[in-house]
């Protein structure tokens, strides 16, 4: 890899109901002190876009060791993020709508608890993301609400269809 490869940075439950504390430039400081290079945040949750050398796991330690808190920490190459983004199951939902669980290992998905909680909402696993359509909206999901009883093998953060948009634009700049 070289100085030009660019990744994402996800932290899990970063600044979420007054939680885990952390703002986002002292967020840019910690990556800037690392070594890190064209360091961007978007929103107060934890995504940073930047460049470095290096593998996302070794990445992602070097960041986690370096926080104030104790949070997972998930690094993703632009590029595969974009192709995650590119071949959402549901890419005509509304971008709140829709939301990429990006989990650090391989999830096992407890198809029971979907079927309890489910509504009109929809669940696909592709890989490493599991994708929930939530039409009525996320916050009046119940299976949203009880998604850690979804996938309940691996650490995993979330981001709406917006956020990860977003993430693949600043990605390009």
């Known amino acids: 890899m070289t100085m030009n490869t660019t990744w994402i940075a996800l932290l ?3 600044n979420v109901g007054g939680g885990n504390k952390l703002p986002m430039a002292d967020l840019r400081a910690i990556c800037e002190g690392i070594g890190w290079q064209n360091i961007r945040t978007y929103i107060a949750s934890g995504n940073v876009v ?11 330690s070097k960041l986690h060791q370096n926080l104030p808190l104790d949070v997972p920490v998930l690094v993703l190459s632009a590029h595969d993020l974009a192709n995650r983004l590119a071949h959402c199951p549901f890419p005509n939902g509304a971008g709140n709508t829709v939301h990429g669980f990006f989990c650090l290992d391989a999830p096992d998905v407890d198809e029971d608890v979907i079927a309890q909680f489910a509504t009109t909402e929809k669940v696909i696993v592709q890989g490493h993301t599991v994708w929930l359509y939530a039409p009525d909206g996320f916050g009046r999901s119940k299976l949203a609400e009880n998604f850690h009883r979804v996938v309940t093998s691996t650490t995993y953060t979330a981001r709406n269809f917006n956020t990860i948009r977003k993430l693949v634009e600043m990605s390009c700049d």
Not at 50 to 60: I, K, M, Q, R, S
Request: hydrophobic content about 55%; aromatic content about 8%.
């Open 12 to 14: 899990r439950g970063i």
């Open 50 to 60: 930047f460049e470095a050398d290096g593998a996302a796991e070794a990445l992602a």
